[in-house]
């Protein structure tokens, strides 16, 4: 099976804004509902964002009003804008289908300097 494929990670000031991306096959894409899932170093692999194939969004109190998750079903791809970044932000960011079907794909890192 395909894993997803993550990018634009990065190094930040607290304050700023990333823009993540995942490309997934389409057998891991369509119809289902897509999440974005982070891991700090220590710490369980945690959903910040969930967006079902109609577009309707979820997301945990950490990160409501910060970050917005979005896809583009055309493309088989999920964004996530991450805005007014804290460095509690920091981690690896992954995307999977919610709940998590697919295999992990290789992430993206995410350092939020203070």
């Known amino acids: 099976q395909v894993q997803p494929v993550e990018s634009g990670g990065g190094l930040v000031q607290a304050g700023g804004s990333l823009r993540l991306s995942c490309a997934a096959s389409?057998?891991?894409?369509?119809?289902?509902?897509m999440g974005w899932y982070r891991q700090a170093p220590g710490k369980q692999r945690e959903l910040v964002a969930a967006?079902?194939?109609?577009?309707?969004?979820n997301y945990p109190d950490s990160v409501k009003g910060r970050f917005t998750i979005s896809r583009d079903n055309a493309k088989n791809t999920v964004y996530l804008q991450m805005d007014s970044l804290k460095p509690e932000d920091t981690a690896a960011y992954y995307c999977?289908?919610?709940?998590?079907?697919?295999?992990w794909g290789q992430g993206t890192l995410v350092t939020v300097s203070s």
């Open positions: 999977n289908t919610f709940p998590a079907l697919a295999r």
């Open positions: 389409g057998s891991i894409f369509r119809l289902k509902t």
């Open positions: 967006i079902a194939e109609g577009g309707s969004t």
